[in-house]
């Protein structure tokens, strides 16, 4: 009885450690983003999509790809609101991002460094772009919640970050700091 006592115990305590490294390897993230603009004269939304491909290194350590593809349909300038404005905007980030693993629900944060292209924002009536075609440095800083739907499945509920463009003003030539917005929801494959 002693022995059989022993190895129960000695497997339990083998086992314990196995339970605790159970995490998925890689996982992929598509959904609906929406970015709130808030530039030095002007403000307006962006709706669109994004994906992410992270990679877990261990059960809280992973490193993220996020790409995003955005529509930009209202813009207000100087409390005029354009209306016909046209435009879109291309991010691409990359970063570390840490997981709280949880049997049914997964907090995660993220800071993710990279770019963002704006095309040309043209409006209606107007001859020239209001803003011309650029590529700016951005940086997300969030954080978000997964919840598990089934073993390769899970569901995000929300993805929110503050979403900062540095660049030049192209009206002024000044330094300038864009303090946006993101919030996303999707579905993650594991």
Not at 16 to 25: C, L, S, V
Not at 70 to 83: D, E, F, P, Q, V
Not at 159 to 182: C, D, F, I, K, P
Not at 184 to 190: K, T
Request: hydrophobic fraction near 45%; proline fraction near 3%.
């Amino acid at each position: 009885m002693r022995k059989i006592m022993l190895l129960s115990g000695l497997v339990l305590a083998v086992s314990f450690p196995a339970m605790a490294q159970e995490f998925p390897r890689f996982e992929a993230f598509a959904g609906y983003s929406y970015i709130r603009v808030n530039a030095a004269n002007a403000s307006g939304n962006l709706n669109g999509g994004s994906g992410s491909v992270a990679f877990n290194l261990n059960h809280w350590l992973g490193i993220v790809a996020d790409f995003g593809g955005y529509k930009l349909t209202s813009l207000n300038a100087n409390g005029t609101n354009l209306i016909g404005v046209d435009g879109s905007a291309f991010s691409y980030l990359f970063g570390p991002r840490i997981s709280f693993r949880g049997e049914r629900w997964t907090p995660f944060a993220q800071a993710l460094f990279g770019g963002r292209h704006f095309s040309n924002i043209t409006c209606t009536g107007c001859t020239n772009p209001i803003v011309t075609a650029n590529d700016k440095f951005a940086m997300a800083l969030g954080g978000g919640l997964d919840v598990k739907a089934s073993k390769h499945f899970s569901i995000r509920l929300i993805q929110a970050e503050y979403l900062l463009v540095r660049g030049t003003n192209q009206m002024t030539g000044a330094s300038n700091n864009n303090n946006n917005a993101r919030i996303s929801a999707g579905i993650v494959i594991h």
